[in-house]
């Protein structure tokens, strides 16, 4: 039961310190060989989320469970690192989501560029920044984080000395 005390924590471990009987790769992970297990979990009232290999996927989980509707929140654009901007930015962020939102440190939608993790703590009042990835474009589209218009992509040659 989600109530007002709700918050989206996260844990993890390498899949050889899970305690006894704990089946590492339950249906929940994505990723049976990956080392590490995250799960998401509330200090407010003990909730469990299930084990994942993936922290995107275990910080969704915990939202989903302290802060029903995040998903419906309004994308805001991409948080800026400049200062005034990010003043700015946090002044936007508080008049879409609501003060009593940010007090619970509920996740703020962000459109991402290129990248897609979310960051723990990034978010005004110390909530989540969840990536939204922008729309209408083919996976692994890099952006100018500075006029948000497309770079160009590399030729094939050049992409392979990277690879």
Same mark, same amino acid.
């Given at each position: 039961?989600?109530? /007002?005390?709700?918050? &989206?924590?996260?844990?993890?471990?390498?899949?050889?310190? =899970?305690?006894?009987?704990? /089946?590492? *790769?339950?249906?929940?992970?994505?990723?049976?060989?990956?080392?590490?297990?995250?799960?998401?979990?509330?200090?407010?009232?003990?909730?469990?989320?299930? +084990?994942?290999?993936?922290? !995107? &996927? &275990?910080?969704? *989980?915990?939202?989903?469970?302290?802060?029903?509707?995040?998903? *419906? #929140?309004?994308?805001?654009?991409? @948080?800026?690192? !400049?200062?005034?901007? =990010? #003043?700015?930015?946090? *002044?936007?962020?508080?008049?879409?989501?609501?003060?009593?939102?940010?007090?619970?440190?509920?996740?703020?939608?962000?459109? @991402?560029? $290129?990248? $897609? /993790?979310?960051?723990? $703590?990034? &978010?005004?009042?110390? $909530? +989540? =920044?969840?990536?939204?990835?922008?729309?209408?474009?083919?996976?692994?589209?890099?952006?100018?984080?500075?006029?948000?218009?497309? =770079?160009? @992509?590399? /030729?094939?040659?050049?992409?392979? +000395?990277?690879?």
């Amino acid at each position: 039961m989600t109530g /007002d005390t709700c918050r &989206a924590h996260r844990r993890s471990c390498r899949t050889s310190d =899970l305690p006894p009987g704990v /089946d590492p *790769d339950p249906g929940s992970v994505a990723d049976p060989g990956y080392p590490v297990r995250f799960w998401a979990h509330c200090p407010g009232c003990g909730w469990q989320g299930p +084990l994942r290999s993936d922290d !995107n &996927a &275990a910080a969704e *989980d915990g939202c989903d469970h302290a802060y029903p509707g995040w998903r *419906d #929140k309004p994308i805001m654009r991409h @948080r800026p690192c !400049n200062e005034t901007q =990010l #003043k700015e930015w946090q *002044d936007d962020v508080r008049r879409a989501y609501g003060v009593a939102w940010i007090d619970r440190a509920g996740p703020v939608r962000e459109e @991402r560029y $290129g990248r $897609g /993790d979310r960051i723990w $703590g990034g &978010a005004p009042g110390g $909530g +989540l =920044l969840m990536p939204v990835m922008r729309p209408g474009q083919p996976p692994g589209t890099l952006f100018c984080v500075y006029t948000g218009r497309p =770079l160009p @992509r590399p /030729d094939d040659a050049q992409q392979s +000395l990277f690879e």
